[in-house]
């Protein structure tokens, strides 16, 4: 089994900045791919961003596209969403997402363990 710890969700008005993060432990893979996907009350579950472990170029949602960067700190199995220039749009419950092998880093299905979720809410 593959823990997931998110943290670094809040209130922060629009034009803001918040940094997500997702430890991994446990039974944790060797070359993983770790996502951010979001949902919003009353949508879908959405992708926002992935990145592979062995040296993928990050993978981003087009609404996020050159606002959010995602990172990951190897030694620490950890990945972070940084968020820039929210807009209420943005306000949704996170979910870090952790895979193995994942075909299509966009499609929630191909990840095995997800974190908990962890609310983000941008006023406007």
């Known amino acids: 089994q593959v823990q997931l710890v998110e943290s670094g969700g809040g209130l922060v008005q629009a034009g803001g900045s918040l940094r997500l993060s997702c430890a991994a432990s446990?039974?944790?893979?060797?070359?993983?791919?770790m996502g951010w996907f979001r949902q919003a009350p009353g949508k879908e579950r959405e992708f926002v961003a992935a990145i592979r472990w062995s040296g993928g170029i990050p993978v981003y949602a087009n609404s996020v596209k050159g606002r959010f960067i995602i990172s990951r700190d190897n030694a620490k199995n950890t990945v972070y969403l940084q968020m820039n220039s929210l807009k209420p749009e943005d306000t949704a419950v996170y979910y870090c997402a952790y895979g193995r092998a994942v075909p299509t880093v966009v499609v929630p299905t191909g990840y095995e363990y997800w974190g908990q979720g962890t609310q983000v809410t941008v006023s406007s």
């Open positions: 446990g039974r944790t893979f060797s070359t993983p791919t």
